[in-house]
Structures are given as C-alpha cells and as structure tokens.
C-alpha cells in the first residue's frame, strides 16, 4: 500500500508546494517594497483564498464523482460529469470576478483606515482577480487529470505557472529590462500570467496525451443527480477550504486593536503554512481518487488501510513543519519584513503555532478522506470545528487576558480539540453502513 499511496501522492505533493510558492514568492517580492505592501498583500488574501477555495472545492467534488463512476465502470456518467464541471467552473469564474471586484473596496476599508494601504490594496486585487476565469478552469482541469490517475501533469504543469511567476515578479515589480516599473500591480500580472501557462499547459496536455474522458457540449448535462453529485461534495469541500478566509478575517480583526504589525505577523503565517498544509495536501489529493475508486468498487478494507498509509505520512510532513518551525523562526519570518519588532513578534507566534502541527494530521486526513467518500457534510464539521467554532471564540478570549499572542496559542489549543473530534467523527463513518 505505501508504494501506491506515495506513487499517487509525491507528484501532488510537488505540485501542492510549487502552489504554495505563487503566494510565498508574490510576498516575498512585495515585501521588497514596503511594510504597507505586504499588509495589503495580508488584507487581499482571504479573498484571493476564497476564490481558490471555490475552485477546489468545486473540483473536489469533480475528481469524486469521476473517480466513483470510473470505479463503478459508468463510462458514459464519468464523460458527463467531466464536461458539466467544467462548463460550471467557467460560469463560476465570470461570477466569482464580477463579485470580487465590486466588493473589495468596501472589504479592505473595513481592516484599515490608511490610505497607502487602501490604495495598494485595490491595485494588486483589482489585476489579481481578472485572472479569474482562468483560475476555475485551470483547477478544474488539474482535478480532471487526478481522477484518472495523471497526478504527473498537475506537478509539470504547476511547475510551468510558478516558474513564469517567479521570473516575471522581480522584472515587473521593479522595471527590470523591457518592463516598466509597476510595483505592486506587477505582482499581480506576474501571478495571473503564471496561471495562464499553467491553463495552456493542462491543454496542451489535454490535446497530445488525452485522457479516458469525453468532451463537448453534448456531454453537458443539467440532469439533477448529476448537478446534485457534483455540489454535495463540491459545496461542502468548498466551505471547508473558504472557512480559514473567514478564520484570518476574523483574526485581523481581532488583532488590529493591538497593532497592524500583527496582521501582517498573521499574513507572514499563513504565507509559510500553506507549504506545509499544501504538501500534506498533496498527499490527500493523490489518495482521493484511490479513495473514490476503491470505495466504488466496493473494496472497503482497502479504503482504511489507505486511510492509515496516508496519516502516518501527513504526519511526517508535519513534524518536519513543526521542526522547522521551532528551529529557524526569525529567518522565515524575516522573508516578508526586515522590521527587527515585526521579526520578533512573528517569530514568537510561529514558535506557539507549530505545536499545533502535528496533531492537526488527524482532521486534514480525516477531511480528505470523507471527502473522497462522498460524505462532505462529516468532513465540513471537522473544518468548522478548526477554522471557526472553536478557534475564534477561543483566540477573542484569550486575547483579552494575555493580548496578541492569545490569538496565536487558540491555534495549537484548536487543533487539539479537533484531532479528538475528527477521529471519532471517522471511525462512525468507516463502518460503511450507508454507502453513498
């Protein structure tokens, strides 16, 4: 089983981490600018997180239904759902720009009365989300490509988009060469480009190597079983991951009546946890589909040993997050500022986050998992347990008894209480009584 699981899961682990280098990268950059920078880049990011969020979850619910149909040997109810969720995800990415560009100035003067800040803001997110379509479809086609076991071309094609990205960032951001200095604006070009070739790469892909799918039109269908599959998976796997945007929303807000320094302490965090928490997702997108496949053939014993295989390896990933976290703080933290204060104060919460790493293996697996099973509505409950019902009360209480660094210690206090959660939430669901 080891083999199988890391053969799935080590080009989505490259790929989640290459992913999580876009926003790293963009941070880094900026930061070069200014302190304002960065805080902006901070404020846009939950937003910029929930539309990805949409698009993930979405596809989640895509490389589910595939994966089950393959599993259950439904060609013709396989090429349906591969169509439709793509002609959705297009429809999604019209909306979600529309959306997002009429909102944010009314979202970022609710964190900030500064003007520099305000103005940056809306630069970098009024470039950033016209990438929007391309973004939807793109992830779409990433999940496409997983459901039928293709887990290389996701980790290739990613590379591709990050690498346009991190060559582009310096010459648009500063005017290096032919192009003219843009600032923050050019980060925002510079990632929506590298999303581009990652979409042109996923079809090039698409046209010289084709996958066991039908396309077109005629397989577009409005049939409400299929619709009804699609977002019953899709829906919760999106709440799931637009949940840690309400989550930093809230926490900025918290945080900003103590001092903006700690929204970008908060914004540097979640910049470097997303290479942690990407990689151990990589290794539940590359399980998912195994899930998905197994579950539909009916294998349920080979359902929980892939199961175990996969927690003692996002285990792993987080013990080394964990390590490194506690070893060389000051050096990730100082990656987005060079204030000696702001170092300080982000290396103090990063070192009371991490302790939380570890046990939180158990709810990102267990999320994933149920997921691939079709049981979104269990895996929501383990994310709302992390990302709101408990941490949010817990980090506005301790707050007010030990100031900022109670926001930071809700984190490892979360994850604790969540871990217990999600165990017991699986173990009644991998009775398999009612298959869905």
Known sequence: MLPLVVSMSLPMVVSMAVNSMYNIVDSFFVAKISESAMTALSLVFPVQNLMTAIAVGFGVGMNARIAFCLGAGDQTSADNAASTGLFMSFIHGILLMTVCLAVMPGFLSMYTENEEILKMGLVYADRAFLFSVVIMVSI??????????????????????????????????????????????????????????????????LKISPVPLSFGRRYVSFEGGLLTGLYAVGIPATLNMALPSLLISSLNAILTSFSEMYVLVLGAYYKLQTFIYLSANGIIQGIRPLVSFNYGAGDDERVKSIFKTTLLLTAGVMVIGAALSTAVPETLTGLFTSNPETIEAGAGALRIICVGFIPSAVSVTCCGVLEALGRGIS??????????????????????????NGVFLAFPLTELLAAAASWSIWRRCCSFKHRV
């Open 379 to 404: 895996s929501l409950a383990v994310s709302l347990l992390r990302y709101a019902l408990i941490i949010i009360p817990a980090a506005w209480l301790l707050s007010r008894f030990i100031g900022a």
């Open 140 to 205: 779409a086609l990433e999940k496409i490509f997983q459901a039928v076991g293709r887990m290389k071309v996701s980790m290739i094609s990613m590379i591709i988009g990050f690498a346009v990205n991190i060559l582009l960032d310096p010459l648009m951001i500063f005017g290096i060469g032919i192009f003219p200095e843009m600032g923050i604006a050019g980060a925002a070009y510079a990632t929506g480009i590298g999303q581009t070739a990652c979409l042109v790469s996923y079809l090039v892909f």
